[in-house]
């Protein structure tokens, strides 16, 4: 994990230079509340929508200045050796209720990052379980069915 989190540092004053301060997220995010409970596979980065969408080719000519490509299969990942990272919209955030103005700031030492709270926590990974509870039911259904055929 700290491995992970020194390389989001140096993401982060990146692109705090380029003027954005970026958000924390997934489970590298999660950790720093609650300690490791399994690998971190990637970093997970919450920007703005209009960096993301509207400044596209900028975040990635600053992403490029510290060695990161971006991935050929998604557009908004970016690989360096082993390590990825992947750039999720503001919005994301906002259509689950968690409202990206009132996130804590962090600073460590010229470095400035957002961190969501536990209860953001939450919001994001109850969420995340509705949707893969209706993708289970909707697959069990499927099963169901095909089961049925063989009879």
Known sequence: MEDKFKTFLEIAKKLNEHGIIPTLYGSLGVYRLIGELNAINDIDIVIPNKILIDQFDE???AISEIGYKQD???QHEF????GQ???EPESDLQKIGIDTEELKVTAMGEVKFKELSQKDYLVVYNSYLKVYENKADSIKLKISKLEELER
């Open 85 to 87: 990272i992947g750039f």
């Open 59 to 61: 975040l990635s000519a």
């Open 72 to 74: 050929i299969h998604y």
């Open 79 to 82: 690989t360096k050796g082993n």
